[in-house]
């Protein structure tokens, strides 16, 4: 489906129970194992954006100053949006991307003329997977905003296309290249909080100003689903961290429960016109939603998901190990390494608080972090990323590091299993959810091949 679902579509999908939880699906024949997969090196990647709304006309400035990245395609329903962000390109770079606007198939004719390499697919939740898709049948690598796809089965779908047409299939994780969440990877490999056994992650974010968007495709999901719907910026550090599908561990099981849906309904009458199409719709999405999966090894990740109340932004990205623990907001951290580690004594002179790990914390103690533990990525790029990306740098690292693996030939930071997998949390969270909380598996999309995976190193 190539365009974003109307509310009232979406509306009329509720109350029916998501689909079924998906086992082994056998690898279709011809189709190629793609954890590790490497394509051949390209001098330039010529690269093609599909949906230029908020996310791309903050990212395309990025995109446009990154070495071997040459901007050839922009495709979006709204001709005045991509025209704007077409001259951006032209200022930053000399060259004019071509144009393909007006209707909701402009992208397949823009995957037929331009044939780019890769393809950046930033639209709606539910158009995700099959655009992935289509580009990967094109021949290209598909660049896909989180999440890769809103069903199991869309999942599968993508996994089945990345194998049998052998593209990358990379879900754009921008949270993964964070400061602290590269730190923590960093420590977590050099094994300085022990053995790993737990793990917190959130994605709380107060955005029902989104409601007021004029095309607003995200309340649809917000009335007409009930689960944990965005966890992908949450989890993914953590199972990075854990090497969730990669050699060393995977999830297992997921329970879910929701807090009453009271915020959006609450947002449309206090805020939107008596008129307004969202006025008396009823959201079934709970206001806060928590989820703990169980992994393979018996670690357990609590994930909250949160987009409607009015407290602090919070990611928690909590790793908890045998020696110690890492978390974020505010970045800190506590346990028995630190005594050794750090030459800053964390614990204050009293006997009692000694024995409660209390946290290391505050701006002195955060900058000696940083020099400490800094992961290499970050000490290469990290300047050049906060000079260029207003959200300190992430989305520059995301974007350096994809651009510098396909010019080089390399396996990219995230494999299409480990998108499948963190995606996969919200339509098992919804039937989870529908069904009072009672465990569902994860199916596992790399069939077996996780085991002999290679974990995420500490790339240079
Ligand atoms: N990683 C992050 O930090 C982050 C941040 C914001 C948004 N996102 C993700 O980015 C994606 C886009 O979000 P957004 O806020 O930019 O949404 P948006 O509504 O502002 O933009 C979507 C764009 O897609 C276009 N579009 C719809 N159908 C199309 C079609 N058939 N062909 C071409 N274009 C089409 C729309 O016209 C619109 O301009 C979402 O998946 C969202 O989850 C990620």
Redesign the pocket.
Known sequence: M???IPIAELIHTRNTAPGPTDTARPRPVGSVYMGGFRAPALADVHLAI???????MSQIELLAQIPHADIVGL????AE?ATAAASQVEALCGTRPALFCGD????LRMLRELRPDAVMI????E??ASMAIAVMEHGAHALV??PLATTLDGLWQVVDAAERTQRHCMM????NYGRDELMFLNMVRQGLIGELLHGEAAYIHELRHQML?E?D?RSGHFAARNGNL?PT?GVGPIAQYMSIARGEDTFERIVSLGSPARGRELFARAELSDNHPLQGTRFDCADINTSIIRTRLGRTIMVQWDETSPRPYDRKNLIQGTRGTLAGFPTRMAGDFLGEATPVNPHPADGYNRDLHPWWCGAEAEAEMHARWDHPLYRRLGARAIALDKRGGMNYLLFARIIECLHRGEALDQNVYEGALWSAIAPLSEKSVHEGGMPQLFPDFTRGDWKHTTPLGIVP
């Open positions: 190539s365009r974003a599909i949906g230029i709304g908020e996310r791309s495709c979006d329903l709204n949006a909701a198939d402009a992208y930033n639209t709606a939740w158009q995700h905003e989180v754009l994780e921008n949270v968007a095309h495709w965005y910026h």
